[in-house]
């Protein structure tokens, strides 16, 4: 129910999740990817590869990415108990292996409450013209 007082404080939460997710990104912040993730997280590359959480962390952990800027807005979110899934626009620029990419994408996040915080379960974006 859109209008139900916890659903609505989830929402809040998942939104929040999401901008410390973008700010991990800016700073390249590892600790934080740690804490966000959940232990059983699967991203879907543009390629269609599956890359769960410890090939996630080895590719930042690389040091070949860094975002110069990173942003999203555009949300649609859906609460069912425990799982968030958020569907939003992401717009990011920087340098991935000494490649620049300036783009927007859409994306698709599952988010998971575990423990008392939201953790991010999956994501998967596709790049826009």
Known sequence: MPNDPDTSTKIEQVIQAERL???????????????????????????GELLDKSQVLAAF????????????????????????VVRGRWRARGENSGVRFDYTARYRSTWVHRDGRWQILSDRSDDQP
């Open 61 to 84: 952990r690389a040091g070949k990415k860094h975002w110069d800027e990173a942003e999203s807005d555009d949300y649609s979110i859906q609460i069912d108990g425990n799982v968030a």
């Open 21 to 47: 997710w973008l700010e991990a990104h800016l700073r390249l912040d590892l600790a934080a990817f740690e804490r966000l993730m959940a232990d059983d997280y699967t991203l879907i590359s543009d390629r």
